[in-house]
């Protein structure tokens, strides 16, 4: 029986506020298998961040408390780990990828020092290597993401250089290490079209020459189509579907999956539909049962009262909804 | 209906064109030298009509924008607006106009202030130009404002901080049109916005525009979006329009190679849609710094038809067909 | 653009607004000891006159039987050279020290802040050169040797003291404005109002002003202690509160002279100065925190 990657199991986060807690994440279940391309689609504020956050245990804010759940990196639960554990998982399992390449990028330090900086740390621990050869490995990794002139790029500051260069930058220190798993925040969102192309493929391709997993989340729904297997669509700090790509896009069953893909505008033309009625819930008092039933067009009473579990329609293709509960549609 | 002064600026206009831009330029004196944002540009918008201005980062898009509400005083050129130059800054402008040319901005972190209510952000425009006497009046205008972007009528005790990014652009557009404004400048409103926000302000917008005969300028870097909702459509890169055409046209029939490269670049989700998108064009290069414009065409680093010609002279605009304007040597 | 999951709130009402800073505020409980320590220090200088057991002590009095004893049940803090209850004189050497700072906040504030709108509004005018030149100017003056030089031209007295003080505390109100008035103008929110037409006077007052207010009320709590502090280093070499009336400072002057024999007469006032100066300070620090926009 393969182990999964990373499995995120049954997990409840909340924060404490004024007025209350804001209970952010009710069960998430979430699964990446060894060199698997997923997808995490999401609007703002439906807990992705969060998500991510804690994963990499980053969360930076002391009201967060996880109540109940794990999540198991290769088997280990990764919350029950102490600091240093924490730490070498950073450096040699697990690397992220953040919206924003500008703020991701120290100002006052040229990318050189940063990049030597990573490698003396993740992959020259082992072996004691020399300034040089550090520096050398740096502006192979340079060339590797197809930046021009790597040597130049070397001495460089982050402000000398573009978005996408950055971005470039970003990504090659991303993959300095002998990661397994790269999770990527919404890459390619503060970039130009042209270049978020250009960047999205060098991506593509880096992690399938490295043979590694990959969680790409993003509320750009067309970019999570051409780059991943398979896709979760979240909502409100659950999971709300899960399938092949392919098969989400062609085939969405909640309704909140076909009422967001129903809202992208259509290059062909044609009415953008009507968008989903109502607002995302607040987290202080959320709606109780399936956190989208105020919105949902098809909603029963059973919605109003219990969550939905997942349930299997086809194959891997799971539905958190009560119309598809066994013995129904 | 919005109430308000019906007197509008100006006369008859011509050929239906409530805003016509020639020859705009707007240049930036900078430490690496003159930026020249917007060189040399000419387009018209139609009454009731949504023209739409699509480019990517330098392009110098929102500059247009900033020159024609008044933020910026052009470098040369002309904008005019019912048949009135309006080519100065906003201090020299008078009130009336003021009123009827209004700007939602991009980014809703910053369009509000976030010291001020949200009652008090919409009373301003209201305040300034004295479109009803009393408090009361302009409190139930004002909820009024929020019924029509379908917000809740407490939100005026709120601040802007705690409303979420989609609820603040829909204050945004509440308080561009308090005043009755005739022409709205739309500067990416939902860029920074999901896509099921986004599409219920632009089936707004476009319910609006139906209501009380709105133009817009509509300024975006999607070109889905933008087959959706505007009638015309101008491409700008590095300051200069390279294409422009009614939206049928410009989809049915694209011509300028920067115009395919970004149509080849966006990611779709339906196969009709990627069956539709060139093939051809792989999108190369960097965009480069505009203080730094190539010679001759602006384009022709990038470009993938590039001739002899093209890094000497900078082709100018030419009509291939009716309605149709390309700026490029392949159609000169 | 972060989108914050507090962007919900249920029947909202104006008050909460109250509520809410209230919460950000007693989150650190030291916030709360300065509260309180300040409400204290606040009633005793209001209502001196009612509640110390000899009010003679602040006027011309002399007993000399009484003069020079060691704290005890008639005169908790002792009594000084003169025979004069301590705890008295240091219930009232509170008020004349906050009166002082009110005072030079009063007038040092209002001037302060004005300019620096003015002079960030216009910048790169001549407006914004000659009004933070002159700040400039002011700012390198010694406000020690100033506030001697003032005292040794005009009559010797509290309000002298008051007035060398706050000639030179403006300077600090008008570049802390300045600051941020020059970053908050190019927002665009304020090119916004602008656009629509707001005058420069709703501008300046209405829109930029309410963005520099946390910090202005912060630093004036902190200013609280930093000007008693000051006042009570010019009563110290003789400026300031003249006899008989009590300045904590002036009280610890003349206290030295008998330590460590008639230590009552320096500690008491000495201890009080620290509880004034770190109350403000700790009330500061809670009003600061209030300010601070909490995001996920």
Redesign the interface.
């Known amino acids: 029986m393969q182990v999964p990657l990373l499995d995120i199991k049954d997990l409840y986060l909340e924060f404490k506020v004024f007025g209350g807690t804001l209970k952010v994440l009710d069960g998430l279940n979430f699964t990446v298998w060894p060199k698997e391309k997923v997808g995490l689609v999401g609007e703002a504020s439906c807990g992705k961040t969060t998500t991510l956050k804690s994963i990499m245990k980053i969360l930076g804010m002391t009201s967060a408390r996880i109540t109940k759940g794990e999540i198991l990196f290769k088997g280990r639960d990764i919350l029950k780990m102490n600091e240093a554990e924490v730490q070498d998982i950073r450096r040699k399992g697990i690397s992220m990828i953040f919206q924003d390449p500008t703020a991701a990028l120290n100002p006052v330090f040229s990318i050189g020092s940063q990049l030597n900086n990573i490698i003396k740390y993740s992959v020259g621990s082992k072996e004691n290597l020399t300034k040089k050869k550090i520096e050398e490995y740096a502006i192979e990794v340079l060339k590797k993401v197809l930046l021009p002139d790597p040597k130049r790029i070397f001495k460089s500051y982050p402000i000398q250089l573009s978005g996408g260069m950055r971005q470039r930058v970003c990504i090659a220190m991303a993959l300095l290490s002998n990661l397994e798993l790269l999770i990527a925040d919404e890459p390619g969102t503060s970039l130009d079209v042209t270049i978020k192309d250009q960047v999205l493929h060098l991506l593509y391709n880096l992690v399938k020459e490295k043979n590694i997993s990959i969680i790409l989340v993003s509320h750009a729904l067309g970019m999570v189509k051409n780059l991943t297997e398979r896709t979760y669509v979240m909502y409100a700090g659950s999971m709300v579907e899960v399938a092949k790509t392919a098969e989400i896009f062609a085939n969405p069953l909640h309704p909140y999956s076909q009422a967001l893909i129903a809202a992208v505008p259509k290059l062909t033309g044609g009415r953008i539909s009507q968008g989903i009625p109502g607002y995302i819930p607040g987290y202080l008092n959320p709606p109780p049962g399936c956190r989208f039933h105020p919105r949902c067009s098809y909603v029963m009473p059973i919605c109003k009262v219990e969550k939905p579990p997942f349930f299997k329609v086809k194959g891997i293709h799971q539905v958190a909804c009560w119309l598809f509960k066994k013995g129904r549609d | 209906m919005l109430v308000g002064s019906l007197k509008k600026v100006g006369t008859k206009l011509i050929n239906n064109n409530i805003l016509t831009v020639k020859n705009l330029k707007k240049y930036f004196v900078t430490q690496q030298g003159i930026v020249k944002a917007v060189n040399d540009i000419d387009f018209s918008v139609k009454e009731g009509e949504t023209f739409g201005l699509v480019g990517e980062s330098g392009s110098g898009k929102s500059t247009v924008a900033y020159s024609i509400v008044g933020l910026y005083k052009p470098t040369g050129g002309e904008i005019t607006y019912r048949n009135q130059d309006i080519s100065n800054e906003s201090k020299k402008r008078s009130k009336e106009l003021k009123k009827e040319i209004q700007i939602v901005s991009q980014d809703p972190g910053t369009s509000l202030n976030p010291m001020r209510s949200i009652y008090q952000i919409l009373e301003l425009p209201i305040q300034v130009h004295t479109l009803f006497k009393n408090r009361k009046e302009r409190t139930q205008r004002i909820k009024k404002l929020l019924k029509m972007v379908e917000l809740p009528e407490d939100y005026i005790y709120k601040y802007p901080q705690m409303v979420g990014g989609g609820e603040r652009q829909m204050v945004s557009i509440a308080r561009a049109l308090a005043t009755n404004p005739s022409l709205v400048l739309l500067d990416e409103p939902t860029s920074a916005l999901d896509v099921s926000i986004q599409a219920k302000i632009i089936n707004m917008l476009i319910q609006f525009q139906k209501d009380f005969n709105l133009s817009y300028l509509f300024i975006t870097h999607d070109l889905s979006l933008m087959r959706n909702v505007a009638s015309s459509v101008a491409i700008m890169y590095l300051g200069k329009i390279c294409e422009n055409a009614k939206t049928s046209e410009f989809f049915r029939n694209p011509l300028h190679p920067y115009t395919l490269m970004l149509l080849s670049s966006i990611p779709v989700l339906f196969e009709e849609e990627e069956k539709f998108k060139p093939k051809k064009v792989k999108s190369t290069g960097e965009i480069p710094s505009p203080v730094n414009i190539p010679p001759g065409c602006s384009f022709h680093s990038r470009c993938l038809e590039k001739m002899d010609i093209c890094s000497k002279v900078d082709p100018v605009m030419g009509e291939v067909t009716k309605g149709h304007f390309v700026r490029c040597h392949l159609y000169n | 653009?972060k989108?914050?999951?507090?962007?919900?709130?249920?029947?909202?009402?104006?008050w909460e607004?109250v509520?809410?800073n209230w919460?950000?505020f007693s989150r650190n409980y030291l916030s709360i000891i300065g509260l309180i320590t300040v409400t204290i220090i606040l009633f005793l200088a209001i209502f001196a006159p009612f509640i110390t057991a000899h009010p003679e002590a602040v006027a011309r009095y002399v007993n000399f039987s009484e003069a020079k004893k060691p704290p005890c049940l008639s005169y908790p803090f002792g009594t000084d050279t003169f025979g004069r209850d301590n705890l008295t004189r240091t219930i009232y050497a509170f008020r004349v020290s906050l009166l002082m700072s009110f005072v030079v906040l009063l007038i040092s504030v209002p001037m302060g802040v004005i300019l620096g709108l003015i002079a960030g509004y216009f910048q790169g005018t001549w407006i914004d050169t000659i009004i933070m030149r002159i700040t400039d100017i002011f700012l390198s003056i010694p406000p020690l040797i100033l506030a001697l030089a003032i005292c040794s031209i005009f009559p010797r007295n509290l309000l002298t003291t008051m007035l060398a003080i706050s000639i030179l505390w403006w300077t600090w109100y008008c570049r802390m404005v300045y600051g941020t008035v020059t970053s908050v103008k190019g927002?665009?929110?304020?090119?916004?109002?602008?656009?629509?037409?707001?005058?420069k006077l709703?501008i300046l007052f209405?829109?930029i002003l309410?963005?520099c207010?946390s910090e202005i009320i912060t630093k004036i709590t902190l200013d609280v202690g930093a000007i008693i502090l000051i006042g009570s280093s010019l009563s110290f070499v003789g400026l300031g509160a003249q006899p008989p009336t009590a300045d904590l400072g002036s009280m610890i002057a003349s206290g030295t002279k008998y330590l460590p024999d008639y230590w009552w007469m320096t500690v008491f006032p000495g201890i009080a100065l620290v509880i004034v100066v770190l109350g403000f300070n700790l009330l500061g620090d809670g009003i600061h925190d209030i300010s601070v926009?909490?995001e996920?």
């Open positions: 653009m989108n914050s999951v507090f962007s919900q709130a249920l029947n909202f009402k104006k607004n509520q809410r919460y950000k927002e665009f929110f304020i090119q916004s109002s602008e656009l629509i037409g707001a005058g709703h209405r829109e309410p963005n207010l926009v909490e996920i």
